[in-house]
């Protein structure tokens, strides 16, 4: 059974990188032909795409966040992972990682991490 | 980039009610949409892929439809478990973008 689990610090200081790692059980990056996706939910907010990953490393990112955001893949330990830079409070959420599907490897999710609350604070 | 606008913001329903959410696309994105259901502090969960397939395991009461821009959730008979946040989601290309929910609540 497909499980996605997302692991980091709960809490990153003002002008800091946020760091997170999603690890993928029951599904292999490396052979799926997926782009595997982070989103985001500030508390009491919709939900934002941040960006996707295929397991060569291809990337698309939300244009808002481009410029402070990588999204990379280590296809040997079944995990893909995070990084925003210069975070500030706008950026506190609630950040999931999830897979697309069915019927498309790009576009909507049926499965999803429980997802990681950060907090931007000092 | 593809704005996805959803409405109504929230609605108050009884049990047994039927209702409508529409969610329109600020460019054609053929039937290239999602819908997602979230209950507080849990992951969105997938309804509806491709406008109007139901997701395995989903009720049926759930339907979708529309094409284009112009899209529909439908709830035939709404249960006491279906009070929750519903997002819609094009995948027609990236960015991909969500609408800004609609909260569905007691009357």
């Known amino acids: 059974q497909l499980q996605l689990q997302e692991s980091g610090p709960g809490l990153v200081k003002p002008s800091e990188t946020l760091s997170l790692t999603c690890t993928v059980s029951?599904?292999?990056?490396?052979?799926?032909?997926?782009?595997w996706g982070w989103i985001r939910q500030p508390p009491g907010k919709g939900l934002e795409w941040i960006g996707s990953i295929y397991y060569s490393g291809s990337t698309f990112y939300s244009p808002s966040l481009k410029s402070r955001v990588t999204i990379t893949v280590d296809t040997s330990k079944n995990q893909f992972f995070l990084r925003l830079t210069s975070v500030t409070a706008a950026d506190t959420a609630v950040y999931y990682c999830?897979?697309?599907?069915?019927?498309?490897?790009?576009?909507?999710?049926?499965?999803w991490g429980q997802g990681n609350l950060v907090t931007v604070s000092s | 980039d593809i704005q996805m606008t959803q409405s109504p913001s929230s609605v108050s329903a009884s049990v047994g009610d039927r209702v409508t959410i529409t969610c329109r696309a600020s460019?054609?994105?053929?039937?290239?949409l999602a819908w997602y259901q979230q209950e507080p502090g849990k992951a969105p969960k997938l309804l509806i892929y491709a406008a109007s397939t139901l997701q395995s395991g989903v009720p049926s009461r759930f339907s979708g439809s529309g094409s284009g821009t112009d899209f529909t959730l439908t709830i035939s008979s709404l249960q006491p478990e279906d009070f929750a946040t519903y997002y819609c989601q094009q995948a027609n290309s990236f960015p991909l973008t969500f609408g800004g929910g609609t909260k569905v609540e007691i009357k």
């Open positions: 460019q054609g994105i053929s039937s290239w």
């Open positions: 999830a897979r697309p599907g069915p019927g498309t490897v790009t576009g909507w999710f049926d499965s």
């Open positions: 029951g599904d292999s990056i490396r052979s799926s032909s997926y782009y």
